[in-house]
């Protein structure tokens, strides 16, 4: 069976639209979530993690230049932009083709342009833009993509799912490289959704810690670049190793209380991944920091066999990016891989998880050769995937 290789990436969130920046601000302490006042998002201040919009569109200008687009910028929903860039930060380094019927392009979200459904908004663009078929196919084209996207959605989830799903195609020889990417934005919809389960935190989220009271929601997206060719034979690779699925059909929105599907997920990828909790360098999972959930992730960790290794959380620097988590968190643990970095988990101070988890509580340098990302989600789906350096 082929190997597949990580070749590109990029993070947007609001600590950088680079993944240089986002790892800089992380290795500093900075903290991308701020008492937001915008009555066009919530009523009442709110703490949320927002990408400002005059980079945004400041860079995307760039980018249309870049490609030599003559479409103006108010033709792209916000969304859109955020995987544009994405998209082009991660490829525009690599000397590849990505046009040809040998590359798949995978798009994971959860709401997409979720906006348009707001009445300011919906003169704006077309009705279909609501779609995620269309959304999607409006990035791909932009990049000349020959294949129709593969969109996945399946709640927190969906960026794991998507870099699964290329990384199972590559493998069986349907495609040679994948451009994977992710992204959702926030809107009235998305916060008073969280907010009527009353799980957002009045301050930022505070993940695996005793004082924690909920969760901080975010936006942002992130794009990796899979390949079945390594760029050069001088120096080692991050490859994806194994990953697997589950769920534990407990309820739509509350996780399940024994941990018991999440560790499953994790236990198939480490073996898939022919790797020992004892070969692991450190886990990046989910942490929410809403009480239930870090909970139950806890619990998953032991099972699993897994309570000795180090795990951070990361939604502590930019929020909960829900569709775009998966892909964000797992560009951020390959740099913590390529680095032999450990980054801690910002917010937390004494442990308020029921299993002896080894919470980063500092920034460490370690040498690691492997790491694992996990999630879970709504209706009770669970992932996790494996990262190796070699």
């Known amino acids: 069976m082929r190997s597949v290789y990580i070749a590109g990436h990029n993070i947007i969130t609001s600590l950088g639209i680079t993944t240089a920046e986002n790892m800089a601000a992380m290795e500093a302490g900075a903290i991308g979530i701020r008492m937001t006042s915008n009555p066009r998002l919530f009523p009442t201040p709110i703490p949320l993690s927002l990408v400002d919009s005059g980079v945004l569109e400041e860079k995307f200008e760039a ?20 995987l544009i860039i994405s ?20 798009v994971s979200t959860t709401k997409g342009n979720i906006d348009l459904l707001e009445t300011r908004s919906a003169s704006l663009f077309p009705p279909k833009r609501i779609y995620l078929w269309e959304m999607a196919r409006i990035v791909g084209s932009f990049f000349g993509f020959a294949n129709p996207p593969m969109i996945i959605s399946n709640a927190c989830i969906s960026g794991i799912m998507a870099l699964m799903a290329a990384f199972r195609y590559m493998k069986s020889g349907l495609y040679d490289q994948a451009v994977v990417t992710g992204g959702d934005i926030l809107s009235e919809f998305v916060i008073s959704g969280f907010q009527s389960f009353q799980s957002i935190s009045p301050n930022p989220c505070r993940p695996y810690d005793a004082g924690r009271d909920g969760l901080s929601l975010g936006e942002g997206a992130g794009t990796m670049v899979l390949t079945t060719k390594k760029t050069n034979d001088t120096e080692k690779h991050i490859t994806i190793a194994g990953a697997a699925t589950s769920n534990d059909a407990n309820h739509i929105s509350g996780p399940s209380r024994t941990g018991e599907e999440l560790a499953l997920a994790m236990q198939k990828s480490m073996t898939e991944a022919g790797l020992s909790p004892s070969e692991m360098g450190f886990i990046n999972a989910h942490g929410t920091a809403t009480p239930f959930n870090d909970e139950m992730e806890s619990k998953a960790i032991a099972l699993a066999g897994l309570v000795e290794v180090p795990v951070n959380s990361f939604k502590g620097y930019w929020g909960h990016t829900l569709g775009a988590a998966g892909l964000i968190e797992s560009v951020a643990s390959i740099q913590s891989l390529k680095n032999q970095r450990l ?12 299993e002896p988890i080894r ?18 989600g709504f209706g009770g789906c669970n992932a996790a995937i494996m990262f190796e350096l070699k």
């Open 343 to 354: 980054i801690r988990s910002a917010g937390f101070e004494t442990l308020g998880v029921p």
């Open 87 to 106: 998209v082009h930060e991660a490829i525009a380094p690599l000397e590849q083709d990505f046009r040809d019927n040998r590359t798949l392009f995978v």
């Open 359 to 376: 919470v980063i509580a500092s920034n460490e340098d370690k040498e690691i050769s492997s790491c694992m990302k996990s999630a879970s």
């Open 63 to 82: 980018v249309l230049a870049f490609h030599k687009k003559t479409d103006e910028c108010s033709s792209f929903t916000r969304l859109e932009k955020f």
